[in-house]
């Protein structure tokens, strides 16, 4: 049975809270619901911004059109009367001037009239009493004779139509002005024009900002001093309140000749209206929310709450031993069946180590018999032999010395010899199994021991380098140091087939680094630790189990023909 959780448990509100569906609700839902209000919230102000841009440009490209459509009637006006004026008095009389060519006279309806620089009158039609009294024709006279090209001004008499009075140079320093009354312009298709474009009024500025025309069927009652301090040159678009303090929409253009100005308004309200405000769009905003996260919901618990859940009782399994129990698909998202899968494959490494581990404990309970017995032949063969020729050597002196003494001491000489082999022999054996220097001398001198060893036991050359201050550790880790150093030694000898070795032994605050490499054959390490225990390799299997023992680390670095490495770190616990 799996044993019961221990520690505080949370609260069933908390639990709640903690689950996977409050936790989907509140890390992605809400979220995404305030994600989708934000943006929906800037989608409709972008709108509004765009379609606001738009009625802009619409606005403004009209005007322009409608100012270059003015400004290229006025410019075909004043070309014919330039043809008439070109015409006098060369080619006709003055008295033309009472009865104009038709075309003349019927787009000139004010009148004409011909003056000299000095504004004094010297024909007119249809009278000359219209012009007489006229200050406006006289200015216009006189300026239009000293620049010598068409001018322009706009007489606003009181109770009449207005008129655009033209003057063009005449021949013999005369100037010819013409009135051209503003209704015989295309005035009227411009209000048709602007009242199916815009919703809105159109208004005609003269140079001094006077109105000369105005169409405002919207009643926007509009301020005539706002409209003169508009540019008078170029185009554009600016905002102005009417007199009631609604916000308009002015689009204005230049329009040349005569240098008059083409003024459009429109209430802001009319094309804010289009389209959905905010207000509306929340609801809407709202709902559809509220359905994605039902469905965000539902998909979360169906693929991912119950399939973890699932997860989560097979995982429980496993730590019972039934490695199996993750191997089939537990369903949901593709994150979930890959966690499935790396629980498999941990599964996988543990049943794999533990079958290394039962291979290494059998391998090390093998070893320790093998050992003993080595141990009892090494005795029996080496030392009882020695201590049996010991006592023959001894018996032979005996019986020497009463007949021979020379025969006898000779015999002694042999027995020192015999007792310091087999002292010599007891040594080793007892160093292979307690390393007496490590005991009384320290780790570091135990380890200068070695190259002479390494050199007459294997022949190989051992040069060791200490790094750092050393420092005496606790017996238990210099133990393992040391036969973690002897085991990779004897592994060098027995297997690399090399010539020098080179151990490293660096000391620092916090650990102790052990670094054996040999000049060997090599070999190719396995991928997993495990399976050293699989491969055979008991000797690094043993030499790594001593090191995690000790809270350190083992990492074997080799490839075939180059040798092979290997470091050990052990923390310093003093």
Not at 210 to 238: C, I, M, Y
Not at 278 to 286: D, N, S
């Amino acid at each position: 049975m799996p044993a019961k959780a221990t520690g505080p448990q949370p609260t069933g509100g908390r639990r709640l809270l903690r689950g996977v569906r409050a936790q989907l609700l509140l890390w992605t839902i809400l979220p995404l619901a305030v994600v989708l209000i934000v943006l929906s919230l800037a989608g409709v102000a972008r709108h509004r911004q765009a379609m606001t841009r738009l009625v802009e440009d619409r606005d403004r490209g009209v005007t322009i059109a409608e100012a270059n459509r003015l400004g290229r009637e006025v410019a075909q006006q004043t070309a014919l009367l330039t043809r008439l004026a070109a015409a006098l008095p060369v080619t006709m009389p003055l008295t033309t001037l009472l009865d104009p060519p038709q075309e003349v006279g019927s787009s000139y309806a004010g009148g004409l009239a011909l003056l000299d620089s000095q504004g004094a009158l010297r024909a007119a039609s249809p009278n000359g009493s219209a012009w007489a009294g006229s200050d406006t024709a006289r200015l216009l006279a006189a300026r239009t004779a000293a620049l010598g090209q068409a001018q322009y001004e706009t007489d606003l008499p009181s109770g009449d139509a207005v008129r655009l009075l033209v003057g063009v140079p005449a021949s013999a320093g005369l100037v010819l002005i013409g009135a051209l009354p503003v209704e015989a312009l295309s005035l009227v298709e411009s209000n048709l024009l602007m009242e199916g474009e815009m919703q809105g009024a159109m208004f005609v500025l003269d140079q001094s900002g006077r109105r000369v025309h105005h169409h405002d069927p919207s009643g926007l009652d509009v301020d005539s001093t706002a409209l003169a301090n508009l540019p008078r040159a170029g185009a554009g678009s600016t905002y102005l309140r009417d007199q009631k303090g609604r916000e308009l929409l002015v689009s204005y253009a230049h329009v040349e000749p005569p240098g008059w100005t083409l003024v459009t308004a429109e209430d802001v309200r009319t094309f804010a209206s289009m389209g959905v405000s905010a207000v509306e769009a929340l609801p809407l905003l709202l709902l559809f929310v509220a359905v994605v996260a039902l469905l965000a919901v539902s998909l979360g618990v169906v693929n991912i709450v119950r399939p973890l859940q699932e997860l989560d009782r097979r995982a429980a399994r496993v730590a019972w031993g039934d490695f199996d129990a993750v191997e089939q698909p537990v369903g949901g998202v593709q994150e979930i069946d890959d966690l499935r899968v790396t629980l498999a494959q941990m599964a996988a490494r543990i049943r794999s180590y533990q079958s290394g581990m039962r291979d290494y404990l059998s391998a090390i309970t093998q070893g320790q018999e093998e050992e003993r017995t080595r141990l009892a032949h090494e005795l029996h063969d080496v030392t009882i032999q020695g201590l049996v020729a010991l006592k023959q050597r001894g018996q032979m002196a005996r019986k020497a010395i009463a007949h021979d003494p020379q025969r006898a001491e000779q015999r002694l000489d042999e027995l020192n010899g015999l007792i310091d082999d087999e002292m010599a022999s007891l040594r080793h054996l007892i160093g292979d199994l307690r390393p007496i220097y490590l005991e009384d001398l320290g780790f570091v001198p135990a380890l200068e021991m070695l190259p002479r060893q390494m050199q007459e036991r294997y022949g190989l050359s051992l040069h060791l380098t200490v790094h750092g201050d050393a420092v005496r550790l606790t017996h238990d880790v210099e133990l393992a140091a040391y036969r973690i150093v002897q085991q990779a030694l004897a592994n060098v000898a027995a297997h690399a087939q090399a010539r020098n070795v080179w151990l490293d032994v660096t000391f620092t605050s916090e650990s102790l680094t052990l670094v054996v490499r040999d000049d060997g054959r090599g070999f190719t390490p396995p991928d997993q630790p495990a399976d050293l225990v699989h491969q055979g390799h008991f000797g690094l299997m043993g030499m790594r189990e001593r090191a995690l023992l000790y809270g350190g680390q083992l990492t074997i670095t080799s490839s075939p023909g180059q040798g092979a490495t290997i470091t050990a770190q052990l923390p310093l616990l003093r």
